[in-house]
């Protein structure tokens, strides 16, 4: 069974910084891609990072570019979110998902929810302004 542990998240000024940990154990997690999703009050859930199980390609969605930066260390089997420059719109639940396919090449997929098995519990993330 995998588990997917998220942490880090808290109550920051605007213009602040956070920074996200989750870790995934029950398989060999450097073979899987990785994301970040977020769930704001009233909206679907939705991307706003990935990187692939070799960490060789990201995906940014547009309105964290520049702020938002993921990383993993698969000795430790983590994966980072470090955000910079918070907005109160980037108030949201956030969520770290683990892939479904080993070893997946190209970068396409990893903005899809669907090629996401495993999921945290979310860590909330509250920007006052």
């Known amino acids: 069974q995998v588990q997917v542990v998220e942490s880090g998240g808290g109550l920051v000024q605007a213009g602040g910084s956070l920074r996200l940990s989750c870790t995934a154990s029950?398989?060999?997690?450097?073979?899987?891609?990785m994301g970040w999703f977020r769930q704001a009050p009233g909206k679907e859930r939705a991307i706003v990072a990935a990187?692939?199980?070799?960490?060789?390609?990201?995906y940014y969605v547009d309105s964290v570019k520049g702020r938002f930066t993921i990383s993993r260390d698969n000795a430790k089997s983590a994966v980072y979110l470090q955000m910079n420059g918070l907005k109160p719109e980037d108030t949201a639940v956030y969520y770290c998902a683990a892939g479904s396919t080993p070893w997946r090449s190209g970068s396409d997929y990893l903005s899809r929810e669907s090629e996401y098995r495993y999921w945290g519990q979310g860590t909330q993330v509250t920007v006052s302004s």
């Open positions: 029950g398989r060999t997690f450097g073979s899987f891609a």
């Open positions: 990187i692939s199980w070799s960490g060789g390609r990201t």
